[in-house]
T-cell receptor, first 114, second 112 residues
Framework: DQQVKQNSPSLSVQEGRISILNCDYT??????FLWYKKYPAEGPTFLIS?????DKNEDGRFTVFLNKSAKHLSLHIVPSQPGDSAVYFC?????????????FGKGITLSVRP | DGGITQSPKYLFRKEGQNVTLSCEQN?????MYWYRQDPGQGLRLIYY???????QKGDIAEGYSVSREKKESFPLTVTSAQKNPTAFYLC???????????FGPGTRLTVL
């Protein structure tokens, strides 16, 4: 049973345009969400996070939106750059709960065309 | 330079042999984790440790074993009981159990 779903395996966008990466979750106990970026044969690097008490968090070109009622979050990258081409993982946790560990989605491969 | 190191980067073993993957961190983090990544599968948790001398099974612990004798070190042994050991293995650590996790560069294990 996949609790964190990234249903689109890949996304291709033009350089300079917006990239929107989506993530859905099923566990209502999740209250903390993270995005990681991963290049091939390297470890993931933390990108941005959001707590369930917020609906938006912004850091430079990266913004994460959270819609708790829909159990949906999205990562916006504006403007997209070729160096953003990587696999993006969505992760979630239930802080302080019995299940306090990160649950990852399967990832989305983003390709930014020059 | 603080960080997480994993060695070696690439590892080859014959089927039926146990192999131990190294993970060291100098971030003074309490919690450490081992994940496995397979193509199209994302990251799956093998084992985690919140504190020295304590660890718990993750989602896919069968065929693996760990130890946590020092805060800085969390080695993973892939035993001959693991049916599909060929994968990319990632170690991570965090300051508290549920905070952002920082990952090492990974070890690619290939069992021939």
């Amino acid at each position: 049973d996949q609790q964190v779903k990234q249903n689109s395996p890949s996304l291709s966008v033009q350089e300079g345009r917006i990239s929107i990466l989506n993530c859905d979750y099923t566990n209502s106990m999740f209250d903390y969400f993270l995005w990681y970026k991963k290049y091939p044969a390297e470890g993931p690097t933390f990108l941005i996070s959001i707590s369930s008490i917020k609906d938006k968090n912004e850091d430079g070109r990266f913004t994460v939106f959270l819609n708790k009622s829909a159990k949906h979050l999205s990562l916006h990258i504006v403007p997209s750059q070729p160096g953003d081409s990587a696999v993006y993982f969505c992760a979630a946790s239930a802080r302080g709960g019995a299940n306090s560990k990160l649950t990852f989605g399967k990832g989305i491969t983003l390709s930014v065309r020059p | 330079d603080g960080g997480i190191t994993q060695s070696p980067k690439y590892l080859f073993r014959k089927e039926g042999q146990n192999v131990t993957l190294s993970c060291e961190q100098n971030l003074n983090h309490d919690a450490m984790y081992w994940y496995r990544q397979d193509p199209g599968q994302g990251l799956r948790l093998i084992y985690y440790s919140q504190i020295v001398n304590d660890f718990q099974k993750g989602d896919i612990a069968e065929g693996y074993s760990v130890s946590r004798e020092k805060k800085e070190s969390f080695p993973l042994t892939v035993t001959s009981a693991q049916k599909n050991p060929t994968a990319f293995y990632l170690c991570a650590s965090s300051m508290e159990y549920y905070n952002e996790q920082f990952f090492g560069p990974g070890t690619r294990l290939t069992v021939l």
